[in-house]
């Protein structure tokens, strides 16, 4: 089975404070991806890595950046805390398809807080 | 861009009963992938069921099964002889046919009770 761990599940940060969320996968995925989930907002897409060192802006990627240095490995960084980046932040894993349906495998998730 | 819609907040069934979750999307593509995810109270989000947009067979997995409707750019989910572990967060997600990555696009969720 894929596993795909979170370092935390709850995180508790002081506004402007920088703040790293760890993910790691053990399936040897391209692809990695971070969302973020809000209530009545479904998830939404921050970042995603479709190799090593190579990424992509998602759809709300404004206050956060991401690093991947190594291929199991995918960080996501909010620069300076705010409290509207309080939130669930999913993180998750793909194989890249030539051509067909890899699905994505998420981790459990962090509940982040900023106060 | 593609958008999901996902109309119903809240849906509520007995056990052993159906229930239908509804999923529009919004698309000018011809070939596109469709996916439920399900996440359960505290636990990690876990797929259901997929479907490929040029397949008009559509996609069953025992109880889960989906109503897919090209035309009118539905995809709705039934769930039959519902039981207690089906609770959960119902998501539907589009993917595009090509590109990089397998990026999905969300609709913002149902969430199931189910009732004894």
């Known amino acids: 089975d894929v596993k795909v761990t979170q370092s935390s599940r709850y995180l508790v940060k002081r506004t402007g404070e920088k703040v790293f969320l760890e993910c790691v996968q053990d399936m040897d995925h391209e692809n990695m991806f971070w969302y973020r989930q809000d209530p009545g907002l479904g998830l939404r897409l921050i970042y995603f890595s479709y190799d090593v060192k190579m990424k992509e802006k998602g759809d709300i990627p404004e206050g956060y950046s991401v690093s991947r240095e190594k291929k199991e490995r995918f960080s996501l960084i909010l620069e300076s805390a705010s409290t509207n980046q309080t939130s669930m932040y999913l993180c998750?894993?793909?194989?890249?398809?030539?051509?067909?349906?890899?699905?994505?495998?998420f981790g459990d998730g962090t509940r982040l807080s900023i106060l | 861009a593609q958008t999901v819609t996902q109309s119903q907040p809240e849906m509520s069934v007995q056990e052993a009963e159906t229930v239908t979750l509804s999923c529009t999307y919004d698309t000018s593509e011809s070939d596109y992938y469709l996916f439920w995810y399900k996440q359960p109270p505290s636990r990690q989000m876990i797929l259901v069921i997929r479907?490929?947009?040029?397949?008009?067979q559509n996609a069953t997995e025992n109880r889960f099964s989906v109503n897919f409707q090209k035309a009118a750019k539905s995809f709705s989910l039934k769930i039959s002889d519902s039981q207690l572990g089906d609770a959960a967060m119902y998501f539907c997600a589009y993917r595009r046919f090509t590109g990089t990555a397998s990026k999905l696009t969300f609709g913002t969720g149902t969430r199931l009770q189910v009732t004894l």
């Open positions: 998750a894993s793909s194989l890249e398809p030539i051509r067909g349906l890899q699905p994505q495998h």
């Open positions: 479907q490929e947009a040029y397949k008009q």
